[in-house]
Nanobody, 120 residues
């Protein structure tokens, strides 16, 4: 069983930046395509991007393209979500998960999420 844990959330002002981390257990992390998702109160979970197993390819939803960057360090079993130019509408609980292919909107091995609140 793979365990996933997100961290790095908090309160940030609009226009600011934040980097989230997603750590996963297991020796086969470098074989996983990983995705980031978010869920705001009262809304459905939204897929925001993914990264290939080797970190070469990334895919972003239009809502975050150009502002968010996904990267990974397989030596540390960690995926990152760099968020820039944050907006109040980015406020949500952010999750990472293993996804079956880049751009997939479904995943498994979910973490508990980390809250990001963007103040105006």
């Amino acid at each position: 069983q793979v365990q996933v844990s997100e961290s790095g959330g908090g309160l940030v002002q609009a226009g600011g930046s934040r980097r989230l981390s997603c750590s996963a257990s297991g020796r086969t992390f470098n074989q996983y395509v990983m995705g980031w998702f978010r869920q705001a109160p009262g809304q459905e979970r939204e897929f925001i991007g993914g990264i290939s197993a080797n970190g070469v390819y990334a895919y972003y939803a239009d809502t975050v393209k150009g502002r968010f960057t996904i990267s990974r360090d397989n030596a540390k079993n960690t995926v990152y979500l760099q968020m820039n130019s944050l907006k109040p509408e980015d406020t949500a609980v952010y999750y990472c998960a293993r996804i079956p292919w880049l751009g997939s909107r479904s995943g498994d091995y979910w973490g508990q999420g980390t809250q990001v609140t963007v103040s105006s």
